[in-house]
């Protein structure tokens, strides 16, 4: 099954309804507005996903801290990022 922004966009809601009685207003309506913007095309889908990150960890929501959506790759794989060579 291809993967599609909209399908990413509803994975991140998905998460993000993990944290929307946790963090406040501002939090959330930024939030929001980075998985619209990815859904548009206007950030890539890194940018969600960092900010989601942030979010669980400072709020230690371990249930989904864990979920492989939001670490697809060990960190120690040391992988390029915009496909600069390390």
Do not use: C, W
């Not at 990815?38 to 371990?62: K, Q």
């Amino acid at each position: 099954m291809k993967t599609t922004p909209k399908k990413h966009s509803d994975a991140l809601l998905h998460i993000f309804g993990f944290l929307k009685k946790i963090i406040g207003s501002k939090q959330k309506a930024d939030v929001l507005r980075t998985i619209e913007s990815y859904r548009t095309g206007i950030y890539p889908l890194i940018v969600p996903l960092t900010l989601l990150n942030h979010y669980i960890a400072v709020h230690e929501v371990p249930y989904i801290q864990d979920q492989f959506y939001l670490n697809p790759y060990p960190a120690n794989l040391n992988l390029p990022v915009s496909g600069k060579k390390i």
